[in-house]
């Protein structure tokens, strides 16, 4: 049997699989590791911490089939906007900083500071969390750490660099960054430059997600059991991954993902200078993993972190928080506001914080719980209605990724969006978006293939019901309560 491996580096997990040419999984691991935060708004992990995940996450997967299933290539995915700083052998100068993270709000100010027409065609909105702004706050506070290095690479592609020891870049994560020019599909190094980035530290970049970057090394292949020299794909960011895996092509097709963060989706046509909006944008516009696609995103640090929390705060477990969802609204419910670490789309204030409001006796631990789900999917429907041309409730909204499978939640969510929900069914979609492109990069599938192997099979798993108009209502006093805790502009 011809298989491929898939490799999807979250921020807080690994997942592995094992499968056919064609995405379809075999086996499947996940292995989880710490985010650590030495400081307050800090967002670290070691990459070593990661590779030890990765290769536990791989020999599970292929201990699970037999020999002749070894993989004959391997595709990746990853989270986005991180900084790795490492030597030429990969070495890594510091721990990884990561989307989280919050430190480079200052440096946002040298953004600031360029042109309009500059900052528009970087495609994304400023954000502290994104790989220039940390990359310049590195440059400037630990010059030992950024003069040590000779690359200064995405999560994912420092651990294809592992694989491969080939240091490279690729469209999808580098599109994000606030270092590429959306318009001439390249870094611009006169904007890292004026940042006081040093512009030989951002990587050569691969023609698209699905080229071949290099082969497995022979050393890197005895450690994990695979065999060596196999071709390895360039690889995807995880939300352009989980838009490949799911066949996410078509204009107007609206995804949403809830895993650490919210990510929603829509392709769109190439930009172009007439194209992009007159002002920043609160919208990402980013590669997608095929050969020449874009999309449009709405992105939130608001999602399961924030639920995590809540449920290691309230020392309750998955199916207890999920199942409060079930909970019928009152008015007088407390309000929660998610944003424990700030927000992007639409707010892009890293100083918003979480709360809990208008408690009184009478209300028990359901309804505290169920008011953090519900303070969440509001945060997402704020999200929602910032992605220009995707509020029409006559059109279905697609869920996929880990954090969308309770009933109760989907219910809740189909409810506070007032938008039908149809279930893709891959639950794991950027992982199998990652197998994919090592089957594309293997030559197992071509190009032409894709269309009909990443068809998705959707299932409508929710409806709005009544309760929408309460809902309605309960998200008027969220905005009340959001905009008396709001910081004032500085």
């Not at 953004?111 to 969390?129: C, D, F, H, K, T």
């Not at 399961?304 to 019928?328: C, F, I, Q």
Request: hydrophobic letters at 40%.
């Amino acid at each position: 049997m011809t298989t491929v491996l898939g490799i999807d580096l979250g921020t807080s997990s690994v997942k592995v699989v094992l499968a056919d040419p064609t995405g379809g999984v075999l086996a499947q691991s996940t292995k989880e590791y710490d985010v650590v935060r030495p400081h307050p708004g800090w967002a670290e992990t070691h990459p070593e911490t990661w590779w030890a995940a990765i290769r536990a996450g791989v020999v599970d997967v292929c201990r699970r089939q037999p020999a002749r299933s070894l993989p004959a290539g391997v595709g990746l995915a990853g989270q986005m906007n991180g900084v790795v700083l490492c030597e030429e052998s990969g070495v890594p100068t510091r721990p990884a900083v990561l989307w989280p993270d919050s430190r480079a709000e200052a440096q946002l100010s040298a953004y600031l500071s360029l042109p309009n027409e500059r900052v528009r065609r970087l495609g994304s909105p400023l954000s502290p969390g994104m790989a220039g702004p940390i990359l310049a706050w590195l440059a400037e506070q630990e010059p030992d750490a950024t003069g040590r290095a000779r690359h200064a690479v995405q999560p994912k592609d420092w651990m294809r660099g592992r694989l491969t020891g080939v240091f490279r870049g690729e469209p999808s994560d580098a599109s994000a960054t606030l270092l590429f020019d959306v318009v001439a599909r390249d870094w611009d190094r006169e904007v890292a430059t004026h940042l006081g980035i040093p512009s030989e530290l951002l990587p050569e970049l691969d023609p698209h997600s699905g080229t071949i970057a290099g082969q497995l090394l022979p050393v890197v292949a005895e450690e994990l059991g695979l065999p060596a020299g196999i071709p390895v794909a360039a690889g995807a960011g995880d939300t352009a991954a989980a838009a490949f895996g799911t066949g996410l092509v078509d204009v107007g097709d609206v995804q949403l993902t809830i895993g650490t963060g919210v990510q929603i989706v829509t392709p769109v046509a190439p930009p172009t200078e007439a194209t992009l909006p007159a002002q920043p944008s609160p919208i990402h516009l980013h590669r997608a993993a095929t050969e020449d696609g874009w999309y449009a995103m709405a992105a939130g640090l608001t999602g399961g972190a924030t639920l995590s929390w809540v449920k290691d705060v309230l020392n309750t477990t998955w199916d207890e928080l999920y199942a409060s969802a079930r909970h019928p609204p009152r008015l007088d419910d407390p309000i929660f506001v998610p944003h424990l670490v700030g927000e992007r789309t639409p707010h892009l204030d890293s100083r918003l914080r979480g709360s809990w409001s208008g408690l009184n006796a009478r209300h028990d631990r359901i309804t505290v719980l169920y008011s953090a789900l519900e303070g969440v999917a509001f945060a997402v429907r704020d999200g929602l209605d910032a992605l220009a041309g995707t509020s029409s409730a006559s059109h279905p909204l697609r869920l996929a990724g880990g954090g969308t499978t309770s009933p109760a939640w989907r219910q809740l969510l189909a409810d506070v969006l007032d938008r039908s929900l149809d279930a893709v069914a891959t639950p794991a979609a950027s992982v199998r978006g990652a197998a994919l492109l090592g089957s594309l990069a293997s030559g197992l599938i071509t190009a032409s293939d894709l269309a009909e192997v990443a068809r998705p099979t959707l299932m409508r798993v929710a409806d709005p019901t009544l309760r929408v108009d309460l809902l309605r209502e309960r998200r008027a006093a969220y905005h009340r309560v959001f905009s008396a805790l709001r910081p004032p502009n500085e």
